[in-house]
């Protein structure tokens, strides 16, 4: 870095001094000769200005595609787990009588009664009967969220600055929001399990409601729900997240 800063200062005290020289044997003295070199000098200088300004645009689109094809390689990885993630994503948002297998369009509003059967199981293959869909899912979001956390330590989005604020954005999101514990630490417990989903089909927008109003009181926030209305609002943004870091890259990364 030092280097090039002293070679930029050498060139500008060239040019100016050639620059001079040229108008002062010029039009001050009768040095033909000296005015020659001098104007040979500045225009050396010139087309020195114009040959860096030219590698250093050629280089700067090199390293831009550089970057661009080290995010498309991160994507077609994340891309795997996004098919899955998003299928999930949308059993859990829809209840059982309600499922289509054949969208694989988040929903574009839910309520958090929607999530009444997330501790049922999964009717979307390869996942089968074994596990509920909040498990399922939350196996595919710590992946979503590893591989992107490995983009970030990765790749300097140098060029891409707003995909690393997305990525980030979602990262965020899942370290911050996370009821994975708590809620899965239920599963076992069938009985509980119905009662649970009971109580987010016919009170869960009610205590939404109010904890929004009190979101600082601790009695609200010891209620069983709280970890769900946590999850519903997680959901929401993680949904707008992974709209835009599509959207991005369809419209900046994928080759056209």
């Known amino acids: 870095m ?123 293959q390869p996942f089968g009967y074994t596990s509920s869909c909040i498990r399922n899912f939350y196996i595919y979001d710590n992946h979503l969220n590893r591989c992107f956390q490995e983009m970030l330590l990765n790749i300097d989005f140098k060029y891409y600055s707003e995909l690393e604020e997305i990525i980030n954005n979602f990262v965020h999101e899942s370290l911050n929001n996370n009821m994975e514990n708590i809620i899965l630490s239920y599963e076992t417990n069938s009985a509980q399990c119905d009662s649970i989903m009971n109580d987010i089909a016919t009170r869960g927008q009610s205590y939404a409601e109010q904890l929004e109003a009190n979101n600082s009181d601790q009695y609200i926030r010891s209620n069983i729900l709280f970890p769900y209305v946590v999850l519903y609002n997680s959901l929401i943004r993680k949904r707008d997240i992974i709209r835009r870091y599509q959207k991005y890259i369809d419209s900046n990364i994928k080759m056209q």
């Not at 039009?27 to 500045?42: A, R």
Request: glycine letters at 2%; charged letters at 25%.
């Open 2 to 124: 030092l280097k090039g800063i002293n070679f930029l200062i050498l060139k500008i005290i060239l040019t100016l001094i050639s620059a001079c020289a040229a108008l002062y044997f010029g039009n001050w003295s009768n040095e033909s000769i000296l005015y020659d070199i001098s104007v040979g000098v500045f225009s050396a200088m010139v087309l020195t200005w114009f040959i860096d300004e030219i590698s250093s645009r050629i280089d700067e689109k090199k390293a831009r595609e550089n970057e661009r094809k080290k995010i498309f390689r991160a994507h077609r990885i994340i891309e795997l787990y996004l098919t899955y993630y998003i299928a999930l994503f949308i059993e859990l948002v829809t209840p059982i009588c309600r499922r289509n297998n054949n969208t694989l369009d988040i929903p574009e509003n839910f309520s958090i009664a929607d999530l009444e059967d997330l501790y049922r199981p999964s009717l979307r």
